[in-house]
C-alpha cells in the first residue's frame, strides 16, 4: 500500500519561511519523480515544484528563487523549504509521486501565510 504522508504546514506570516516534507512508503522512492503542488480556495491545484529521480528539479515562476525542493532517498522523503512567503502562497500543498502508471497523491498540508 502506497503512503505520502506530508507535515511541516502551518501559519507564517509574510517573509517568513517554512519547510513541509513527505514521507513515501510501498514504493520504491528513488526511481520516483517527486513533486509538491497546492490548490488554494477557488484555484486549481498547480505544480510548485518538481524533482526527478536523478535529481534535476522545476519550479512554477511564481516559486523560483523562493522555493527549494529537495530528496533524501535514503528516507524516502521529499522537502520543499518555502523562504520569503507571500499571502499568495496560502494553500494546501499536496505531494505527488509519479513514475510510470504509478501516480500517488498525499492527503495535503496547509500552509497559510498571513499576518
Known amino acids: 500500500q502506497v503512503q505520502l504522508v506530508e507535515s511541516g504546514g502551518g501559519l507564517v506570516q509574510p517573509g517568513g519561511s517554512l519547510s513541509v516534507s513527505c514521507a513515501a512508503s510501498?514504493?520504491?522512492?528513488?526511481?520516483?519523480?517527486m513533486a509538491w503542488y497546492r490548490q488554494a480556495p477557488g484555484k486549481e491545484r498547480e505544480l510548485v515544484a518538481a524533482?526527478?529521480?536523478?535529481?534535476?528539479?522545476n519550479y512554477a515562476d511564481s516559486v523560483k528563487g523562493r522555493f527549494t525542493i529537495s530528496r533524501d532517498n535514503a528516507k524516502n522523503t521529499v522537502y520543499l523549504q518555502m523562504n520569503s512567503l507571500k499571502p499568495d502562497d496560502t494553500a494546501v500543498y499536496y505531494c505527488?509521486?509519479?513514475?510510470?502508471?504509478?501516480?500517488?497523491w498525499g492527503q495535503g498540508t496547509q500552509v497559510t501565510v498571513s499576518s
Open positions: 524533482i526527478t529521480s536523478g535529481g534535476r528539479t
Open positions: 510501498g514504493i520504491i522512492f528513488r526511481f520516483y519523480t
Open positions: 505527488n509521486a509519479r513514475q510510470g502508471p504509478g501516480n500517488y
